[in-house]
């Protein structure tokens, strides 16, 4: 038999505990369904890892994955937060590289450091005021946030493949529908191989951690979050705060919309995220908001995003592999937070359940003892 209470206080140690145990069933559970499909798992995880870090090639492809997922996963953090669900972070991602090749496209001529930092202010612009839509939305008539963002990530993904079908379709494509291609300058450069996207997303990473933890924003943020009620209370602009917040939110995950256009697509193309801004919203509560977790969290999806694609070419195992070894991790961590909240205590009859009625009686009884005695006195 089960009891389940809530718990009042847990300690660092019982979480670190619980997480680690949540981690190692997920790998467990992972390895007998491989096990039950034919699979050799530990074969599976040696290959995972080799298709994601085994070469130069590999590490620069994962880590050009994690680039933009750790954005995505900073600017959806924000939102998430103060309780806002921000679940369009690919719509706004769209919108973002959509700005700035509209500078790529129709300014061609700027050198690369007028432009590149030009193409990045009107990423974190579109991806911004993209952003708004839903924030104003609820402030004025209490919208549902959620449903806004998802159906708003549809609308910029068509308006984006209007486009490249359409009015932006480069005439030199061999009648291929695309967009043309950007000039050099309108490319980001590489440190290490790799595009600098990966230092702008460690800095960011640092600097969302201390906005959140020691600036008056990251205090507002985390108080809405509690209760919106409290805020007004305490005599926040709760408003004020909700479009700041959100428009921060849109404005890096249009940056990071900017980055996969100008350093991996070199374009702007309809199918350019695979469903980052989605998985995004995976990597930011498994990360438990902590934005220096989104780093970690998101290299290790992009490792089983990449690592997947290479299990297809190796053991001819399907890439959606990866995904089920996602859903698996998903799981376990996500359930987890049931044992952080509560504690289950089991007992073998009632009769070891009776000392919680016994106290509770006590109590009972010793509270009516002491307002009958105070009763008395009054009438004295």
């Known amino acids: ?43 599976v995880y040696a290959k995972l890892f080799s298709g ?39 719509g706004q991602f769209y919108m973002g590289a959509f700005g700035a090749t509209i500078i790529a496209l129709f300014i061609p001529r700027l050198p690369g450091i007028v432009m590149i930092p030009f193409m990045m202010i009107m990423g974190l612009l579109f991806g911004a005021l993209f952003a708004l839509i839903p924030a104003l939305l609820k402030i004025k008539w209490g919208a549902s946030e959620t449903l806004v963002t998802l159906m708003l990530n549809y609308v910029a993904q068509k308006w984006v493949a209007y486009l490249q079908y359409g009015p932006w379709r480069d005439p030199k494509g061999n009648g291929f529908p695309q967009i043309a291609r950007f000039t050099k300058n309108a490319i980001l450069p590489k440190l290490f191989g790799i595009h600098i996207g990966w230092v702008i997303a460690l800095l960011l990473a640092v600097l969302i951690f201390f906005l959140m933890k020691k600036s008056r924003l990251g205090y507002e943020v985390s108080v809405i979050g509690e209760s919106v009620e409290t805020a007004r209370y305490a005599g926040l602009n709760v408003s004020k705060t909700i479009l700041i917040a959100i428009s921060l939110s849109g404005a890096l995950c249009g940056l990071a919309g900017m980055m996969q256009a100008s350093a991996i697509e070199n374009s702007l193309s309809s199918s350019m995220s695979n469903s980052m801004g989605f998985t995004a919203v995976i990597t930011t509560w498994l990360s438990r908001l902590n934005p220096l977790l989104m780093v970690l969290v998101s290299f290790i ?43 289950v205590i089991l007992y073998k009859n009632e009769e070891e359940k009776l000392p919680f009625k016994k106290n509770d009686e006590k109590k009972t009884d010793k509270a009516e003892t002491t307002d009958k005695t105070e009763s008395t006195e009054a009438s004295k």
């Open 1 to 43: 038999m089960v009891q389940i209470q809530a718990r009042t206080v847990i300690s660092l140690k019982q979480k670190v505990i619980i997480n680690t145990a949540a981690i190692l069933s997920s790998i467990v559970c992972s390895m007998l369904f491989m096990y039950a499909m034919g699979l050799n798992p530990f074969l």
């Open 52 to 90: 994601s870090l085994g070469t130069a090639y590999r590490f620069r492809e994962t880590v050009n994955k994690a680039i933009p997922l750790t954005v995505l996963s900073l600017g959806t953090g924000i939102a998430f937060k103060m309780k806002f669900w921000n679940i369009g972070a690919e």
């Open 301 to 343: 999806f992009s490792m089983l995003l990449q690592g997947g694609s290479f299990l297809q070419n190796a053991l001819q195992v399907p890439a959606s592999m990866a995904t089920i070894l996602q859903g698996v991790i998903i799981f376990f961590v996500l359930g987890s937070e049931f044992f952080v909240r509560y504690k």
